[in-house]
């Protein structure tokens, strides 16, 4: 899928957990989101994106959540 | 069912064993606990206190003569066909105005009431025509019935003395006709147009000799008249009769089902002559409608026999090529094949479906089994995705259930009302009719919404206390405002989040909400709103007593749409709003089937009964159940198969019911994705949008046609039913939709083995802890039944999480408003907003088939003078609308419900591509589309878009390869 989709699609979740005062659990929450709406090939796609291209585009705590606790 | 009419807590069995749903008992039930006792033609009866004479008369077995009482309407007291004697009382009284008292002794039937009946009888009868025996409603008169009650033999005024009977008869409403020589001027039409319907059309005008019903200044057409058929039922002549009664006869028998449009969910009896409807007549006893009905459910229904319906399945290789028209057995091996090529080629995770909210609750789960167990891929998707996918997800996540909280009679306890972003008055006509009773009774009303709605201020009698006009977009910017008040100001009912709510998340809320910048003063700039306002509104709400939201796509539809569900949920929460009538969180679903369709599995996450596909209990027991292994990941979200469609990896679709390219956004986006497949499976009544772009289609059947259920907004689950056989009859054989789904199962591979949609059913409520006591069987012993229904609520559940949450604890969640990227700039300066009207229904597919056309025959845009004015446009203007999506082109409206910088229109009719300009911007959660914020420009244009010019070309070729004429293909 186009990345810059996914990439939107990633921030959004992350802009939904930003006020959460602790940011372990908000980045826990952004990928267990991930983890339960994506397809697979969407979470591969994207985790491989922060793997690769360093996530470029994506927020901080976003790229964090995908690299550390995204099922692929 | 239950003789009290606004009782929603569910009557013990004997109490009903009186009660006789085909009777008119004259005179609403009392809702008094206190029951009288007293003697009525010497048989002793005890009634509830407040019932009037006549409704225990009847109760009592004795039937006393009325023409204006009947049990719809309060009543009237006018033709005092009804007297009665009470011993030691004067006179005597109409028994329908008078109230039962204790030990008071009643007759009925004495000479002297006789004489005084067949008076007035005598008085009706020399003013009206005697053409009985020619009359359409001759045999269903109860102006003739009582003549004969009353032992009416000769009238002794004659018949030529001053008359009405050469009154014109007004024909200007499609649907029904008035013919004032019938009238009786028993005023039940005016009646039920006010209390039933509130919409006050109807008005009795002069006095005496003259008086007569007057629907506005000319006629009904012209008039505030919305055509919901309130008065047509009421009359007890033949003045205001359906059309098709009169063309066609009294109907013989009558089957009770559902109206398969919005999510109210209706109750009507079908009234047929063979297998022909005569005319559809909403049901008093129908738990969501009580005897009420609109234009859709009542008259609407025409389209499944009209001539545009493809009753032949067809297919053809490339959609440049004509339909070929062939069996049902080779369409159905045609599409099994072309899915088995795809498989074999491009992988399980390149083919998926979609069903509608249109589906009954059997198709759905018979469709996302085949998805799930036989293509092998979780990729099913429905239209609520589109609608109200937020809804599920914002209140699974507070209050463990998706699903509203009441039932729709709950609103007669409300004391105060909230409405977001949705418009009742067009949406959910009956529900509102409800809603405007309960508001007339003094409930105090809130509207957040940016257009001024019809229950702003102009709906008789009904103000709205505030008016909180934000501006589009900004739905969870209120939400917070809303909350800090609460917050701040010490109006949180603390006992009941202690009680009833995780308290660390209710910490973490409160504390988020009362930061100053989500005081209605910080914000007020933002939403365009007065802070004031917003302070005194949600003071109201948190102590006005019981407060309920009722809340619409107005919500959803947004880029946090499941960012406000949540918030609502907080405040419900939050002021103790929750557990009981009254109060609750209300979705109001726009089809009839959206919480159905959500219920039965066809997210791609989650199995029937929200189990999440990763749930390996779920998993194996599904596995079990079906035979096939299952996938534990989740599947494709429409937007996901459509974007991987565009780049050619997602080649199949079986698509039942639904019409994405006119429901969907960016309509260029889904054409082009629906040309980049190979097989695209259509199942539908007429060759719709999408099945412009289809490989194979096979002919539905329509609501009439087939048995099923479909489930409200109340979570009611109502049945529906065949009367008629279906009409895609090839070689003498017509399938029920299921059937469809089940031989391309079968023929795949895989045996689908029912007999009737019931055996579905049973396999639904075997395998889904909430359905568990679900049965056709049930449904017809109880008429209809709200999930969930198991062994602890063995005839369903009408309010839900009275004594505890279904997750346990009530979950607060921070709501952070985060604006959209939509936002206007000198390019795209005005946000166009979407909706809908009354008399259409989605797409339109259904409605603009019938004879509501005659209300919107165009979709238009409305726009604020001031935006008008300065871009030139004049009322009637056609004007292009542009956004960075596309361009459309619509006939202007100026007028000052829209703000200025906010221009409005609806989606009924494809050829107005109002999609065309929406955007693939969507919600954080669910992706449901941001239909309701697009930024656009507008100007004067005199010709069409390119998009408008290419689809009239592309759709009349289309409907020629299916042998149809574009032009005879248009609306009757
Ligand atoms: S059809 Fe409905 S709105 Fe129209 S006059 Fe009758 S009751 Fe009133
Ligand atoms: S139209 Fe029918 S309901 Fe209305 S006043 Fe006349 S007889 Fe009564
Ligand atoms: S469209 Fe809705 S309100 Fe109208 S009759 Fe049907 S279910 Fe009832
Ligand atoms: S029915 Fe009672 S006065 Fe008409």
Known sequence: MDIQRLITMANQIGDFYESYPDPAQAEQGIAEHINRFWALAMRQQIAQYVGQQAGVGLHVPVQKAIAAHLKI | MDDIKYNTSHQPEHSRTNYDDQLDYGTPASLSSKQVTLSIDDREISVPEGTSIMRASIMAGINVPKLCATDSLEPFGSCRLCVVEIEGRRGYPASCTTPVADG?????????????????????ISDHPLDCLTCATNGDCELQDMAGAVGLREVRYGYDGENHLKSVKDESNPYFSFDPSKCIVCSRCVRACEETQGTFALTISGRGFESKVAAGVTNFLDSECVSCGACVQACPTATLIEKTVIDHGVPEHSVTTTCAYCGVGCSFNAEMKGEEVIRMVP???GGANHG???????????????????????????????????????????????????????????????????????????????????FGTNNVDTCARVCHSPTGYGLKQTIGESAGTQTFDSVMKSDVIMIIGANPTDGHPVFASQMKRRLREGAKLIIADPRAIDLVENSPHIRADYHLNLRPGTNVALISALAHVVVTEGLVKEDFVKERCEWDSFVLWRDFVAKPENSPEALADELGVDAKKIREAARLFATGGNAAIYYGLGVTEHSQGSTTVMGIANLAMATGNVGREGVGINPLRGQNNVQGSCDMGSMPHEYPGYRHVSDPAAKALFEAAWGRPLSDEPGLRIPNMLDLASEGRFKALYCVGEDIVQSDPNTQHVTHALENMECVIVQDLFLNETAMYAHVFFPGASFLEKSGTFTNAERRISPVRRVMAPKNNVGGQGYEDWEITAMLAQALGYKMDYQHASDIMDEIAALTPTFKGVSFAKLDQLGSIQWPCNDDYPTGTPTMHIDAFVRGKGKFFITKYVPTTERVNAKYPLILTTGRILSQYNVGAQTRRTKNIAWHHEDVVEIHPHDATERGIKDGDWIGITSRAGETVLRAQLTERVQAGVIYTTFHHPESGANVITTDNSDWATNCPEFKVTAVQVSRVNQLSDWQLHYKTFSEAQLAFAGRDAEAAKID
């Not at chain 2, 008071?104 to 009706?124: C, F, N, P, S, W």
């Not at chain 2, 234009?295 to 009753?311: N, S």
């Not at chain 2, 083919?351 to 799930?372: A, D, H, P």
Request: contains cysteine; charged residues 30%; hydrophobic residues 35%.
């Open chain 2, 283 to 285: 049901n008093k006893n």
């Open chain 2, 292 to 374: 009420h009905s609109c234009v859709k459910g009542r008259f609407a229904w025409g389209y499944a026999t009209h001539q545009d319906r493809i009753t032949t399945p067809m297919i053809r290789k490339s959609i440049k090529d004509e339909w070929q028209s062939v069996s049902w057995e080779e369409a159905i091996n045609y599409a099994a094949s072309e899915i088995k090529r795809i498989e074999a080629k491009y992988g399980r995770d390149a083919m998926g479906g979609i069903t509608s909210s249109r589906c009954t609750n059997e198709e759905v789960y018979v469709t996302q089994k085949l998805v799930r167990a036989v």
């Open chain 2, 104 to 124: 008071i002794k009643v007759h009925t039937q004495t000479a002297k009431l006789a004489d005084i009946r067949r008076g007035t009888m005598e008085l009706y």
